[in-house]
């Protein structure tokens, strides 16, 4: 598949492969240029880690090629294929992996020493990585003697240390606690500017994509189903797992004039917005107006009964679950919680101003 | 019709001690062992311990020294020490190399190749020292060639003896390092692949530094086993004092003769066990079992 769009660039990485794992197959077609960090996004067995398997050389890919920097590193087609101890990537895998038995210093030093360098030449390219990360007071120390933060480190200096032109982080923040995570990925999104190739960096957390990514490509079911900027996929999510994720309500219609007749029941009429056919309409759950009474005088245009279902503490509002024709999620304050005595089985009415309503073709993105 | 299945809640006595060792263990389980355990526990430990302790009784404590010396006592522990060394050290060279391609490979024929390398774990140590003789023998079909080429006698020599030993004992060893092989986290492995070493370098750099602690665990066992090795050892290499009689044999030989040198060998030898255990229990065998 899609052979002729691999490979063109010179420059950085080209995918258009087929990889298959047990019973999966992943299927994917992209390019990320030198510098770019591609954050792939995806709920779990979406593909992610797979597609950093092939990459990496540790699972062959069963169709289609990948090269790197112009180099073809796998093609099923003529069976060439560099294996992981002689492809320039660097693999920083969720658990880490960090040798217990090496100091860090040691694990450093382990992949300058084991593509050829001296000892001395290795330890001397361990001690510049180390103090690029602040680790040079942790080089004795064996990997149990760490803490999270400071294994992601060492993991991560690991890896850079082999001098890789490519960069592959698995999940790289998710075995940290929340305090944690956010110091170190304000470091990791400074290392990962540094770093001159191309990087793909795997989550599940949509906010570390936004933070550490330059583009997002989101995988479901091992295929791609959204390739844009951060900003893009946040305003516009191109499936309901994305959009879950940033947090958005999300509607599959058809779009006939103004009015969008939705999938899942009812309609917006949303004037303006210009798409016609198939469309997807996104709002903010704090967009949703929610009242106890039919609103009178309003400048909303779209207004519909609903039912709460359920209540979710937030970290300053509420998020109530509304079942109705469409279903919604509500974001409202504690205090209105109280004063409109929300709870299940409440019968309320919702409304949201047209200009609040993102209305887009369903196909963005790819 | 209600039926009490309970009774009445009628409380025993806890001491304030197993209270607080109960606390300390989260709850969990009283200390006592049900008797239908206990009893069968004590027999197992009566019947391990007490032969031993017989010996230790028995020994002519008195003259210990002389009864010793009277026998080729030295000879034979030297000969046994070395000799157990050696086959370990080859166990050691060609085992783990056979358990990496055990744990690590698939190919045709792997099942029976498991089960022949296992084979001298429940052959009869006679029936293996026989099929030395008839391979290695000065007409075998193997020793019948070292000795018209090159001159080589394997039989009745320290060589033997080693020989003899490496065949019982390397089952021990490969057993031991193919399953900590099995049970090692590959992820490492992969790791090491990324960061560009070759599988050798995989295997010198982490993979045999992973395994370590079962691998002492395999050698130990492997050690001891050679150590003790008595029935392929006299068929195969024979008894000549200072040449190929090892310690078990001149127990065996000295039962008939001399009983009091026949336990103070064995106390040697128990001795050297239990000095062996102890100093690498710690370090190796537990490791191994966690």
């Given at each position: 598949m899609t052979e002729g769009s691999a490979g063109q660039g010179g420059g950085g990485l080209a995918v258009g492969a087929t990889v298959r794992r047990g019973g999966f197959t992943l299927t994917v077609a992209f390019e990320v240029p030198r510098g770019q960090v591609l954050g792939v996004l995806g709920p779990n067995g979406a593909g992610k880690t797979t597609l950093l398997r092939a990459l990496a050389g540790l699972t062959p890919v069963a169709g289609g090629r990948i090269t790197l920097d112009g180099q073809v590193v796998d093609d099923a087609s003529t069976g060439a294929f560099v294996d992981a101890a002689r492809r320039p990537a660097g693999y920083v895998f969720q658990d880490y992996r960090l040798f217990p038995h090496l100091s860090v210093a040691e694990n450093v030093a382990f992949s300058p020493r084991a593509r050829g360098l001296g000892k001395a030449a290795a330890r001397s390219a361990a001690r510049y990585w180390l103090g690029r990360l602040s680790l040079a007071d942790l080089a004795g120390r064996k990997p149990a003697e760490l803490s999270g933060g400071q294994a992601q480190r060492v993991a991560l200096a690991r890896a850079l240390a082999g001098e890789p032109a490519l960069l592959l982080l698995d999940e790289p923040l998710s075995a940290l606690d929340a305090r944690t995570r956010l110091d170190v990925q304000a470091e990791l999104r400074q290392h990962l500017a540094d770093f001159a190739g191309p990087c793909l960096l795997v989550t599940h957390d949509p906010l570390e994509a936004l933070v550490l990514a330059d583009r997002l490509l989101v995988l479901e079911d091992g295929r791609i189903v959204q390739d844009g900027t951060p900003a893009q996929v946040a305003r516009q999510p191109a499936t309901e797992y994305v959009a879950k994720l940033v947090g958005l309500n999300l509607y599959a219609g058809r779009a006939d004039g103004p009015a969008?007749?939705?999938?899942?029941?009812?309609?917006?009429?949303?004037?303006?917005?210009?798409?016609?056919?198939?469309?997807?309409?996104?709002?903010?759950?704090?967009?949703?107006?929610?009242?106890?009474?039919?609103?009178?005088?309003t400048s909303a245009r779209n207004v519909w009964p609903a039912e709460v279902t359920g209540l979710?503490?937030?970290?300053?509002?509420?998020?109530?679950?509304?079942?109705?024709?469409?279903?919604?999620?509500?974001?409202?304050?504690?205090?209105?919680?109280?004063?409109?005595?929300?709870?299940?089985?409440?019968?309320?009415?919702?409304?949201?101003?047209?200009?609040?309503?993102?209305?887009y073709t369903r196909d963005h993105g790819l | 019709m209600q039926v009490d299945i309970i009774g009445e809640p009628r409380p025993s006595r806890l001491s304030s001690r197993d209270r607080a060792r109960r606390a300390a263990r989260g709850g969990g389980s009283p200390r006592s062992v049900p008797a239908?355990?206990?009893?069968?526990?004590?027999?197992?430990?009566?019947?391990?311990?007490?032969?031993?302790?017989?010996?230790?009784?028995?020994?002519?404590?008195?003259?210990?020294?002389?009864a010793l010396s009277g026998s080729d006592a030295a000879q034979a522990l030297v000969l046994s020490l070395w000799?157990?060394?050696?086959?370990?050290?080859?166990?050691?060279?060609?085992?783990?190399?056979?358990?990496?391609?055990?744990?690590?490979?698939?190919?045709?024929?792997?099942?029976?190749?498991?089960?022949?390398?296992?084979?001298?774990?429940?052959?009869?140590?006679?029936?293996?020292?026989?099929?030395?003789?008839?391979a290695f023998g000065r007409t075998g079909f193997i020793g019948r060639y070292l000795d018209s080429w090159f001159g080589l006698t394997i039989p009745f020599s320290p060589l033997a003896v080693v020989m003899a030993e490496t065949?019982?004992?390397?089952?021990?060893?490969?057993?031991?390092?193919?399953?900590?092989?099995?049970?090692?986290?590959?992820?490492?492995?992969?790791?090491?692949?990324?960061?560009?070493?070759?599988?050798?370098?995989?295997f010198r750099r982490i993979t045999v530094p992973l395994i370590a602690p079962s691998l002492g665990a395999g050698a130990v066992l492997c050690w001891a086993r050679a150590l003790g090795e008595f029935g392929a050892t006299i068929t195969f290499a024979g008894s000549f004092p200072g040449r190929t009689e090892t310690m078990p044999i001149a127990v065996?030989?000295?039962?008939?003769?001399?009983?009091?040198?026949?336990?103070?060998?064995?106390?040697?030898?128990?001795?050297?066990?239990?000095?062996?255990?102890?100093?690498?229990?710690?370090?190796?065998?537990?490791?191994?079992v966690q």
């Open positions: 969008v007749t939705l999938g899942a029941g009812g309609s917006f009429v949303v004037p303006g917005h210009g798409q016609h056919g198939d469309v997807l309409v996104a709002v903010r759950p704090s967009a949703v107006v929610v009242g106890t009474q039919p609103p009178q005088a979710t503490m937030l970290a300053d509002r509420v998020r109530l679950d509304l079942d109705g024709r469409p279903p919604a999620l509500a974001d409202v304050t504690a205090a209105a919680v109280a004063e409109l005595s929300l709870r299940p089985g409440r019968q309320v009415w919702l409304s949201v101003k047209a200009t609040d309503l993102e209305v | 239908p355990l206990l009893v069968p526990a004590i027999i197992a430990v009566a019947f391990l311990v007490l032969p031993l302790a017989g010996l230790v009784v028995r020994a002519p404590w008195g003259r210990l020294g002389s000799t157990a060394t050696v086959a370990t050290g080859v166990c050691v060279v060609i085992g783990v190399p056979l358990a990496w391609v055990l744990a690590r490979t698939t190919f045709p024929g792997q099942r029976l190749l498991r089960a022949l390398v296992t084979l001298p774990l429940v052959l009869p140590p006679v029936v293996g020292g026989v099929a030395l003789l008839l065949f019982v004992a390397m089952p021990f060893l490969i057993i031991t390092v193919e399953g900590a092989l099995r049970s090692a986290d590959q992820g490492f492995e992969e790791a090491a692949a990324t960061l560009g070493a070759s599988r050798m370098t995989v065996y030989y000295a039962l008939e003769n001399d009983p009091d040198a026949a336990i103070a060998l064995s106390l040697v030898l128990l001795l050297v066990s239990v000095v062996v255990l102890a100093s690498l229990r710690d370090r190796w065998l537990r490791g191994a």
